[in-house]
């Protein structure tokens, strides 16, 4: 049951809603030197094959890992959550994309990054990787790993090797150019069934990788709803509107009930997997709701579910959402790996980057049949200083001289010295 409930969380849940890792590399270490290099070059260069996953001792999805997981997927949801707003998520993806881009984080970077999943790195690792291999065939996840293809950019074998060993990451070379983005988005409409088919829509100057989880969900209902148990209904959404659906009705043996709020577990074939509603009761706001759930008091419900019998209705419905998940993994305490100037990521390479953009996109159809879903998150770095190099640097930070001059007269239009800076 404890199995069913992470998977339940992390693939059902988290949709509806919204080994040990290599040690850090030391400047000194003549292991900075082992890198992968390709030549310069536009077109997207696939180096999978280049990185041989080392065995990875298969270990059990253990409690003290479930109960982080659960708790980084409510404080995830709660602070992505927008009032009124549908808000879909696949915490999964989420902790399975950030996870890889922390196999090359140290200093303070990594311990926020570890504090916010309640997990060191290497035991996320280990947890992801049971989950993995344990999945049923309703959840496929992929990973890949991009990287621009400039000579002055060099990425540690170890950080491709972790995150080849414990993800079965795919690791690709391009130009970060217009190809490189369609790349990118062909690999995601692959790997989430064509249900989303477009994850980015540019690559900046400075973008640096582009990190990928992508997943899918396929699951039938244990009982499937009969045409006779759908029947047109009413919805009021969060502003009052009254919504004409059609809701699907039957009698379900597994209740919930918290003191806020009431729901149900409806099982998919197999018993596997399991699908869980909870409607807030009337007098609480769904923001009140959502702050007082914990990963703990989640799992204690869905565990605790009283077995009786429950007239139930659910709207079919099919929703796809985008969302960026900066603000909410930095209200969560990951702050410095979006700061030019904090973000340390030196076990990825000599070079400095930090996190540009943290993107995730979900699809979730519920109809009488079952529940189709995907999800994709999409890490991006950008380069944390220039790539290119100087003769010479000039930085105005202190009092300074300044002309303006007409070329074609070589009249002085403007002269002064700049002693103090003013709005």
């Known amino acids: 049951m404890k199995r069913i409930i992470v998977f339940l969380l992390l693939a059902a849940l988290g949709l509806q809603l919204c080994g040990c890792s290599q040690p850090q590399v030391s400047p000194e270490s003549p292991e900075t030197e082992r890198v992968l290099k390709t030549a310069d070059g536009a077109k997207t260069v696939n180096l999978t094959a280049s990185v041989t996953a080392a065995p990875v ?31 879909i998520l696949s915490p999964y993806s989420v902790l399975t994309a950030m996870a890889m881009v922390a196999n090359g984080a140290g200093g303070e970077t990594l311990s926020q990054l570890e504090a916010a999943f309640g997990l060191s790195v290497g035991e996320l690792n280990a947890f992801l990787y049971a989950c993995e291999e344990n999945a049923g065939d309703e959840l496929v996840s992929a990973n890949s790993i991009w ?26 070379k391009a130009a970060f150019d217009t190809q490189t983005v369609a790349d990118i988005n062909d690999w995601v409409s692959d790997h989430t069934a064509g249900r989303i088919k477009q994850i980015l ?11 990928l989880n992508a997943l899918t969900f396929d699951a039938k209902w244990a009982v499937p709803y009969k045409t006779t148990n759908v029947h047109e ?152 200083a220039p790539m290119q190099s100087y003769d010479h640097t000039v930085i105005l930070d202190r009092p300074y001289v300044m002309v303006i001059v007409d070329r074609d007269t070589e009249a002085v239009i403007f002269l002064g010295v700049v002693n103090s800076i003013t709005e």
């Open 233 to 384: 209904g009413t919805f009021t959404a969060a502003d009052g509107t009254e919504q004409t659906v059609e809701m699907m009705h039957r009698t379900e043996q597994f209740y919930l009930e918290d003191g806020l709020a009431t729901g149900f577990v409806k099982d998919y074939a197999g018993g596997r997997y399991c699908y869980a509603a909870l409607l807030p009761n009337e007098s609480v706001p769904m923001e009140e709701y959502l702050a007082s759930l914990t990963g703990e008091s989640l799992l204690r419900i869905i565990k605790n579910a009283e077995e009786c019998r429950i007239s139930t209705a659910m709207p079919k419905h099919k929703l796809e959402t985008s969302v960026e998940l900066n603000q909410a993994l930095a209200a969560m305490g990951i702050t410095d790996a979006f700061s030019r100037a904090k973000a340390d990521f030196s076990r990825i390479s000599d070079t400095p980057q930090y996190i540009d953009e943290v993107l995730h996109k979900t699809y979730m159809k519920v109809d009488e049949d079952g529940t189709e879903a995907a999800a994709v998150t999409a890490v991006t770095t950008r380069f944390g």
């Open 57 to 87: 001792a298969a270990g059990a999805v253990n409690d003290t890992a479930s109960q982080a997981a659960a708790d980084f997927a409510v404080r995830l949801l709660q602070n992505a959550y927008l009032g009124g707003e549908n808000c």
């Open 201 to 211: 829509e540019r690559l900046d100057g400075d973008s640096s990788m582009v990190l």
């Open 147 to 172: 990287m621009r293809d400039v000579e002055q950019f060099a990425v540690r074998e170890e950080f491709l090797q972790t995150n080849t060993d414990y993800f079965g990451a795919e690791i690709y």
